[in-house]
């Protein structure tokens, strides 16, 4: 993949894991690491927070699909 890489290591979210209803139910804590690709050489040339990526939206989206 082309663009500069981000590392998110150790992200914990909860997570509904299992076969049954039942087991979905219970929350249970999963670890990730997560590796993102984006170009960010517009965030590097304007110095501009809005050009780059924002963690947080990042861990919200990973919490949802969990």
């Known amino acids: ?8 290591e ?4 909860p997570a509904a894991l299992g076969v049954t209803a039942a ?3 219970m929350r249970r804590p999963v670890l990730l690491d997560l590796e993102v690709f984006r170009d960010l050489r517009l965030a590097g040339r304007t110095d501009r ?3 780059t990526i924002h963690y947080g939206r990042i861990y919200d989206v990973v919490e ?3």
């Open 1 to 8: 993949m082309e663009g500069d890489r981000i590392l998110l």
């Open 49 to 51: 927070i809005g050009q």
């Open 10 to 13: 150790g992200i914990q979210v």
């Open 64 to 66: 949802d699909v969990a």
């Open 23 to 25: 087991e979905r139910r």
